[in-house]
């Protein structure tokens, strides 16, 4: 099967997404879902162009979610024209029933008695605001007047359309419902900040009967055929799925493993049906194409060795007590890895639809119809059918030595499914966020794409710009103050030793370290300069790169390590029975002499995007262990990469998945529960 519409995913739950309401306001409601379930599939049907299986169905799936939707509405509908005597009781049993969300214990919030407590997460109580109930809340899910509930509180955020990170579908799904079952699965929004900037925005209470009747609904999760994945790849979010190896085992060999590259999901997983698969590449002035898989695999094959590297990567270190990042996943080191991409040429299948790549490359003819960009879009959706996309330059996809391509191997091996089986785009030398994954269609196109993704998450504004004050209310005053990333500032850091851990010291006279840097734009790493007491002294580490890559080429990127005596201090400390703390640190210097600061506030931006300030790995030396020792200190349990310095400065519970009171397990722990009732 192919990819199923995120609608067809809503029916399994479609029944319990509307909270106990009023019937007119459940018409409201039933009607908009079904309104957008067949919006999408105008969109699905002008999009395919065709009758191919896929695409019927698709539109079948997305048929069946409207038809689902569209009896909502008509059960709706009929408890409207109950008598207005009629009691709430009556009512309610012309609605399709409420599912109550399940509690890893079997209890409900009501049991547990922690919706109402003044604690981490909990707004603070606010008698001076006026009292909404829950049908006046559903009253608000336009647009232009978006109103939530969340433990109690009452919000508009109408002004937030268009500034809201995960894209403004995203917010009209939820308009007039509580927040809750949303952040259920979406627990990025637990981390504190999030509460305390929407309580500005607060406009009133829901009286204290309605607080846990308003979330008690489930919200269906569209991850839960997302793939297994490896245990050493660490979860900076788990919905959507973004996990960075541990660093330490990134230099246990050249090419990194597939199960241990880093994994960057925007939205689930699609499972594509390989004979099923189509590409489809249209633009200005020229004729629609179709690709299948093997058609690609009929063109001449090419492979590339080149280093990925999340345009977020470190984000987390820019989330400190005094900045907030608002943007997720907050990784926190590890989200780099390398491979080798095997796929064809994106130039030679532009041939194939007939460009004559070769003269415009040369510059002999300009591209027809003007053309400037190439937008890619995925297979991959959200649960409003809104699909992952970008867009990059097309010079760089004419270049006959850009080795830009439609891989559909990695490492040898067909794609992974995190990686974008059957088909992704590599775009070496560019920053992770354009080489789209789950490939469906290119646009060639006079203009960038207009995804959130493109042209509003991965902006890079000065130091003074924040969310809270400038980014909210989209778009921001000097927009072009923020230009899009496309390739990455040079960077390094060390993974062994790895971060919070304790090597023996035992008879020891030296240390050895090694770890990986990188630079954007193909720009070559000339040198690594380290040091082990935090950078008051430093010396060229040696370097290591096994493959040959052309002057400004350079893809993929460069280890290093080093052997360094240590200070005489620390041995002199060691002799006498104590504990050595070292700081150790890299910088890099790229071909272009650019070398990476040493702290971030320079260069601080809302996004959290392009970090590469100087990483510190401290190490304790203790005498009492054998030399080849090695002991371990998670300050996150099952999460072993920590941010420079080896600290997290805001509460972190793994991203906040298990940070907040109300959600401590994973809810699929509740499968197979009787769900409670009230």
Known sequence: ?????????????????????????????????????????????????????????????????????????????????????????????????????????????????????????????????????????????????????????????????????????????????????????????????????????????????????????????????????????????????????????????????????????????????????????????????????????????????????????????????????????????????????????????????GIDVDSIALGKEEFPGGVKHVQLEGYDQDETGYTYGGSFPIEKAVDPLGEVILAYEMNGEELPRDHGYPVRMIIPGHVGARQVKWLHKIRLSNKPSTKSYQCKSYLGFAPDITFEKDLAEWPPKRLDQGPIIHEQPVTSFVCNPPQNATIGGKGRKEISFKGVAWSGGGRKIERVDVSIDGGKTWTAAELFKPIEQRYNHHWAWTQFHKTLPLPKEAQEKLDRGEKVELDIVSKALDSAFNVQPENMDPYWNPRGIAINHWYHVKTEVDPNLEQDEVVHHELEKGFANTPSGGKFERAWGMAGWYLDPDHKSDPKMAKGLQHSKH
Not at 211 to 219: C, P, T
Not at 328 to 353: F, N, Q, Y
């Open 1 to 353: 099967m192919l990819i199923r519409s995120a609608a067809t995913r809503a029916l399994r739950t479609a029944s319990a997404r509307t909270p106990t309401l009023s019937a007119e306001s459940s018409v409201r409601l039933a009607r908009s879902m079904g309104v957008r379930a067949m919006s999408a599939l105008a969109t699905n049907a002008r999009s395919a162009g065709d009758s191919s299986s896929s695409a019927a169905a698709d539109n079948r799936h997305l048929l069946a979610a409207a038809s689902v939707f569209g009896l909502m509405a008509a059960t709706a509908a009929t408890a409207s024209s109950i008598s207005s005597n009629t009691s709430m009781e009556a009512a309610a049993k012309a609605r399709p029933a409420q599912t109550i969300k399940a509690d890893p214990n079997g209890v409900t919030p009501k049991e547990r008695g922690e919706h109402l407590k003044p604690e981490f997460n909990h707004p603070p109580p606010r008698p001076d605001l006026p009292t909404y109930s829950m049908e006046e809340v559903a009253e608000h899910a336009e647009e232009n007047d978006m109103w939530y509930t969340f433990r109690g509180g009452v919000y508009d955020l109408s002004f937030f359309l268009n500034g809201h990170p995960g894209g403004a579908p995203r917010l009209m799904m939820a308009a007039g419902q509580d927040l809750e079952p949303y952040w259920e699965v979406y627990r990025q929004h637990f981390r504190g900040h999030v509460v305390d900037w929407m309580e500005k925005y607060r406009i009133g209470n829901l009286p204290p009967e309605e607080v846990e009747k308003a979330a008690d609904f489930e919200f269906g999760d569209m991850f839960e055929t997302d793939p297994k994945r490896h245990p050493d790849l660490l979860p900076a979010q788990l919905k959507p799925f973004n996990g960075e190896p541990k660093i330490e085992r990134l230099t246990e060999g050249y090419i990194t493993p597939n199960e241990l590259f880093y994994t960057r999901c925007h939205l689930a997983v699609p499972d594509i049906c390989p004979e099923e698969y189509r590409l489809i590449i249209t633009g200005k002035d020229m004729k629609k194409h179709k690709f299948t898989l093997e058609d690609l695999k009929k063109l001449p094959k090419h492979e590339v060795i080149t280093t990925l590297q999340c345009a977020g990567n470190r984000r987390e270190d820019l989330h400190d007590r005094n900045h907030k990042i608002f943007i997720s996943p907050h990784w926190v080191i590890g989200a780099m890895s390398t491979a080798k991409w095997g796929g064809v040429k994106l130039r030679d299948v532009l041939k194939e639809c």
